[in-house]
């Protein structure tokens, strides 16, 4: 499985992106999907993820009630729609995806996550 993430950029704070991962190879849409990011000098750091059937999100409380993750299963795309976007959100961020169907006590937890794109960079200016 490959996964590409797209749509980082340079926005104002306050302002809004969207980005992309789209996966190809041996897909499944029993995969666990999430975004990571990691700022200069942090560890990664989870930031919101998808179950299988993209019934139930889950979400940092950093980004509550500003970004939202979504998935369209017959383009084999995850999305991340960031708003209210803030200079802390700055950070190279990571598309991933499990070949497990992840419970909650474990979809928060990077190293339960098999694949992984090659990161996209969001640069929020204040």
């Known amino acids: 499985v490959q996964l590409q993430a797209s749509g980082g950029g340079l926005v104002q704070a306050g302002g809004s992106l969207r980005l992309s991962c789209a996966a190809s190879g041996r897909t499944s849409s029993d995969y666990a999907m999430g975004w990571f990011r990691q700022s200069p000098g942090k560890e990664r750091e989870f930031v919101t993820a998808?179950?299988?059937?993209?019934?139930?999100?889950y979400g940092a409380a950093s980004v509550k009630g500003r970004f939202a993750i979504s998935r369209d299963s017959a383009k084999n795309t995850m999305y991340l729609q960031m708003n209210s976007m803030k200079p802390e959100d700055t950070a190279v961020y990571y598309c991933?995806?499990?070949?497990?169907?992840?419970?909650?006590?474990?979809?928060?937890?990077?190293?339960?996550?098999?694949?992984w794109g090659q990161g996209t960079e969001v640069t929020v200016s204040s």
């Open positions: 991933a995806a499990s070949r497990r169907r992840l419970i909650a006590s474990m979809i928060r937890n990077l190293n339960e996550y098999d694949y």
């Open positions: 998808i179950n299988w059937s993209g019934g139930s999100t």
